[in-house]
């Protein structure tokens, strides 16, 4: 006789004989049996236990406080200080937001993980200011006004002007004597002795100071070389850049007679050999032209280095723009940049290059991707422009590029 016998960690077959040999503790033995009873009774009351005991120490949390809706701003609105875009839509919800350390992309801290995870917060990493209500004022970069001045009433260039095919605006800072003189001895020679030496112009520009002395320096050098221009409308500080770049390209378009504008850093090389030759077959109109950066995400942050606030630039996502060491413009989008020139009102986003490009976007103007522009290896074969290059660097690149 075979009988199917079900024990605590097999399936057994067991015959009459085989279990009188497997003692008082077998499958069939009656003390096996309260055994098992009495232990499967016991695991049921401590997993019981248990569950109770964490269910009664697990403290319930409190519900947040009702915060109120925040609003996006879409199609990137330019709405003057005080008065409210028409054209909102409430953001989904979403989860606090957290400080992040480390570049563009972020690297979240594995101590914020852990605090994260566990529901608690750092004292020195305190929230952002909540985004602006419906029902609230708002000021974000770009206002609704028109400029004060007509394009049709404002200054050109004057008749007879020399016309350039790309001229390069420099905006520079008044101490970077050491800058500018190797600039002047290298890259923008590149042209010297061809047929293309006269398409090509450029001008350093740098805006007010409170240094009487520093700027009586860098005027005397002016003297020297010509190749320095003074806007006073503005006081050239690092947050100013936004400002330093609209009225650059307001300073072009009313003295300067080009195709096409080339913003450019102090400390990058450029091979402008190779960049006449791609502005010599590039569109006449709505021509932006650089590295592109996909989108804007504006970091919340104060403790980050490209912290923007919610009254510069209120939503959470903006257009894709142009790194700012170097672009290429037409002669129209420089016309478009200059208009805010004219807007007493205006906030810009300090980031220069983001600004630029959020307010090309709004124009219809769309950027196009250049591989060769920031590649940081100055060593690629077809490398136009390299950011961050030392003057010293500059200067060798320049010669090894003479020599082939």
Same mark, same amino acid.
Request: hydrophobic share 35%.
């Given at each position: ?17 085989? &279990? ?12 096996? %049996? ?71 992309? $972020? ?85 010297? $002795? ?11 520009? &740098? ?42 390209? %307001? +300073? ?50 104060? %403790? ?52 630029? $490009? ?29 950011? +961050? ?16």
């Amino acid at each position: 006789q075979r009988r199917f016998l079900l024990c605590t960690n097999k399936i057994s077959i067991y015959t009459p004989n085989r &279990m009188a040999r497997h003692g008082p503790f077998s499958c069939h033995s009656k003390r096996s %049996k309260i055994f098992v009873l009495i232990f499967t009774i016991g695991a049921i009351i401590y997993i019981s236990a248990i569950s109770t005991y964490v269910a009664i120490e697990t403290p319930t949390p409190p519900s947040p406080p009702e915060q109120p809706q925040p609003v996006r701003i879409t199609n990137f609105n330019f709405v003057a200080v005080g008065q409210v875009s028409p054209e909102t839509e409430p953001l989904p919800p979403q989860l606090p937001p957290k400080s992040i350390d480390g570049d563009i992309i $972020g690297k979240a801290r594995v101590g914020d993980m852990f605090n994260f995870i566990n529901g608690k917060t750092n004292d020195d990493d305190q929230p952002p200011p909540a985004p602006p209500r419906l029902n609230a004022p708002v000021s974000i970069p770009q206002p609704l006004e028109e400029p004060t001045v007509p394009r049709e009433a404002r200054p050109k260039p004057p008749e007879g002007a020399h016309e350039y095919l790309l001229y390069a605006i420099i905006p520079d800072g008044y101490q970077y004597r050491v800058r500018r003189d190797v600039v002047r001895k290298t890259w923008v020679n590149f042209l010297k $002795g061809t047929s293309r030496d006269d398409l090509f112009g450029y001008s350093f520009l &740098m805006g007010k100071t409170d240094n009487a002395t520093l700027r009586e320096m860098v005027e005397l050098e002016n003297v020297e070389h010509g190749d320095i221009v003074f806007v006073d409308d503005f006081m050239d500080t690092y947050r100013n850049l936004s400002l330093k770049s609209i009225h650059a390209f %307001k +300073w072009l378009v009313q003295n300067i007679n080009s195709k096409y504008y080339f913003k450019v850093d102090d400390d990058s090389f450029v091979r402008l050999d190779r960049l006449m030759d791609v502005v010599q077959n590039a569109p006449a109109e709505k021509y932006y032209y650089g590295f592109v950066h996909n989108a804007f995400v504006p970091h919340r942050s104060p %403790k980050h280095a490209y912290y923007v606030s919610y009254e510069e630039f209120a939503d959470r996502r903006g257009p894709s723009f142009v790194a700012g060491p170097g672009y290429v413009i037409s002669h129209d989008c420089a016309e478009i940049i200059s208009d805010y020139a004219y807007r007493p009102h205006y906030r810009p986003i300090w980031l220069e290059d983001v600004n630029t $490009g959020v307010i090309l976007n709004r124009a219809g103007v769309k950027p196009a991707f250049a591989r060769q522009f920031f590649t940081g290896n100055v060593c690629k074969p077809d490398m136009i422009l390299s950011h +961050w290059v030392p003057p010293e660097r500059i200067e060798q690149l320049y010669n090894n590029s003479l020599e082939g």
